[in-house]
């Protein structure tokens, strides 16, 4: 998953899986959806500390190896349009509100 189009079909298939319940996050997805949106937008050193912030335990899940992929590609930006960045930062921030949110 190197590229824009693999993250966007990984958080297509996370809402889906939210909105029918198939994917319900753990804490540990809830608190690296947090750290991550803590500055408001998620950019490669936000994601970098969201995973930092849950360690290990965080890799298991669904949620973090998107991430990690996302950053991967927000680090070398030379070759991502800024409306392929845009649309990604659409779909990325829903999904995250929607993990944020499965906690409450």
């Given at each position: 998953m190197a590229t824009?189009?693999?993250?966007?079909?990984?958080?297509a298939e996370l809402r889906q899986d939210l909105d029918t319940g198939a994917w319900v996050p753990d804490g540990t997805e809830r608190a690296l959806a947090t750290v991550t949106r803590a500055d408001g937008s998620v950019?490669?050193?936000?994601i970098r500390a969201g995973l930092r912030a849950v360690g290990p335990d965080g890799?298991?899940?669904?949620?973090?190896?998107?991430?990690?992929?996302?950053?991967?590609?927000l680090a070398g930006l030379s070759g991502t349009s800024s409306a392929v960045r845009q649309t990604v930062a659409v779909a990325l921030?829903?999904?995250l509100d929607e993990v944020v949110l499965a906690g409450l």
């Open positions: 824009t189009e693999a993250v966007l079909t990984a958080l950019s490669a050193e936000a890799a298991a899940g669904r949620l973090a190896p998107v991430l990690a992929h996302w950053g991967a590609i921030d829903d999904v």
